[in-house]
């Protein structure tokens, strides 16, 4: 809980909260339904559970064009120039040694910013992959008039779109440790700020 030197700041809006849940709900599905496909790879439900996966595909694709114009005439804690922050990470880079860490900002967390990007730039690869999947396995999607039964394609899609799909469980399984850290030895509370929209800010914090 915050103490009294901290103050409540509302920060993140309502549909930037909103595509967030959205996505990692997406995200969640996509991995589970992937694995559960594999589990039943030569039974009757495998397809079942790849169509279903390649739903939970195209809800992600469009979380993902949502969060982009977002990112593009949101308000400022939306916008991609608060989580573009190049200077801070050299500092950061130059002050390991020395375990020396951004003071907290209103906004993104500047050294999350970075893995926030990346992880964007991930799930493009991985649902521009998936589309392409989609449509030379199963004659489905928005490719399938380019690419469907294609089938001497697929290998070239499936391993990039594998490897990407391992990095996106690994950034789950960081981001929920991140949390859980951050909630029991941090100053204050951050796994809320996207439920609530609130942040937490000590006196003296960096307010930029």
């Not at 967390?109 to 030379?136: H, K």
């Not at 290998?155 to 950034?171: I, R």
Request: hydrophobic share 50%; proline share 4%; charged share 15%.
């Amino acid at each position: 809980m915050p103490t009294q030197a901290t103050r409540r700041v509302a920060v993140f809006d309502g549909l930037l909260r909103l595509i967030h849940a959205r996505n990692a709900l997406a995200i969640l599905a996509l991995i589970a339904t992937g694995l559960s496909a594999d589990e039943f790879e030569h039974g009757g439900e495998s397809a079942a559970l790849w169509r279903l996966h390649i739903q939970f595909g195209y809800a992600l694709v469009g979380g993902l064009v949502a969060r982009m114009l977002w990112g593009l005439v949101g308000p400022t804690s939306a916008r991609w120039s608060d989580l573009w922050h190049p200077r801070a990470w050299l500092a950061t880079l130059r002050a390991l040694p020395r375990l020396r860490l951004p003071q907290p900002r209103l906004g993104h967390d500047t050294l999350a910013s970075a893995a926030f990007i990346a992880v964007y730039l991930t799930l493009a690869g991985m649902a521009i992959t998936g589309l392409a999947l989609a449509a030379t396995e199963h004659n489905l999607g928005p490719l399938t008039h380019w690419l469907g039964d294609s089938l001497w394609l697929r290998e070239y899609f499936k391993e990039p779109h594998e490897a990407l799909y391992v990095l996106v469980a690994g950034f789950v399984a960081l981001h929920l440790a991140a949390l859980i850290g951050h909630q029991l030895f941090g100053k204050a509370p951050v796994a809320q700020a996207m439920l609530s929209g609130n942040q937490y800010l000590t006196t003296g914090d960096n307010h930029a």
